[in-house]
T-cell receptor, first 115, second 111 residues
């Protein structure tokens, strides 16, 4: 049973380009969470999704950021018109559909560098 | 409110014990976690403790929970150079789904 898979592991984008980060949850998991880790900081919650639904996006910046988790395929975190401040590690986690307080399993992260 | 605080740095000699401390503010948290992050790597769940426990031991790791003071600690016995990493304390409040992380404690192990 493969863990949470994120790709790419490293992504370099020029300012103004779009970044698309992908996350495939563990098999059987239908809940996906995205976190951002700025340099020298802890992880901050961004968004919580279930299949085809955004449950909580209270941590998402209001502009340029969007997330989806379609019925088929991985969850996508999309950042439009990237700026240097978007440079960070973006982690995805997944959990099974058994209620709250269930352990979330984390992927290896995508390290985005904006040049 | 939701907040998890940790000291930022800890330096120990190889073979000594390391104690990493954490305080949290949400007294309703049911699960409290310790994660390890090596340079350039993802998060590895080290251990967790339920809020109805005071202590949990797993090989070289001992977790102590003081619910009254909202204080959590991770003790690593016989610390090795391979233990050098960032250690994150985290909680999931009861009824919630977000994992709330501390800023991480950077453990340096000197040979």
């Amino acid at each position: 049973n493969a863990g949470v898979m994120q790709n790419p592991r490293h992504l370099v984008r020029r300012r103004g380009q779009e970044a698309r980060l992908r996350c495939s949850p563990m098999k059987g998991h239908s809940h996906v969470y995205w976190y951002r880790q700025l340099p020298e900081e802890g992880l901050k919650f961004m968004v919580y999704l279930q299949k085809e639904n955004i449950i909580d996006e209270s941590g998402m910046p209001k502009e340029r950021f969007s997330a989806e988790f379609p019925k088929e395929g991985p969850s996508i975190l999309r950042i439009q018109q990237v700026v240097r401040g978007d440079s960070a590690a973006y982690f995805c986690a997944s959990s099974p559909p058994v209620g709250t307080n269930t352990e979330a399993f984390f992927g290896q992260g995508t390290r985005l560098t904006v040049v | 409110g939701e907040d998890v605080e940790q000291s930022l740095f800890l330096s120990v000699r190889e073979g000594d014990s390391s104690v990493i401390n954490c305080t949290y503010t949400d007294s309703s948290s049911t699960y409290l976690y310790w994660y390890k992050q090596e340079p350039g790597a993802g998060l590895q769940l080290l251990t967790y403790i339920f809020s109805n426990m005071d202590m949990k031991q797993d090989q070289r790791l001992t977790v102590l929970l003081n619910k009254k003071d909202k204080h959590l600690s991770l003790r690593i016995a016989d610390t090795q150079t391979g233990d050098s990493a960032i250690y994150f304390c985290a909680e999931i409040p009861t009824g919630g789904f977000k994992t709330i992380f501390g800023a991480g404690t950077r453990l340096f192990v000197k040979a």
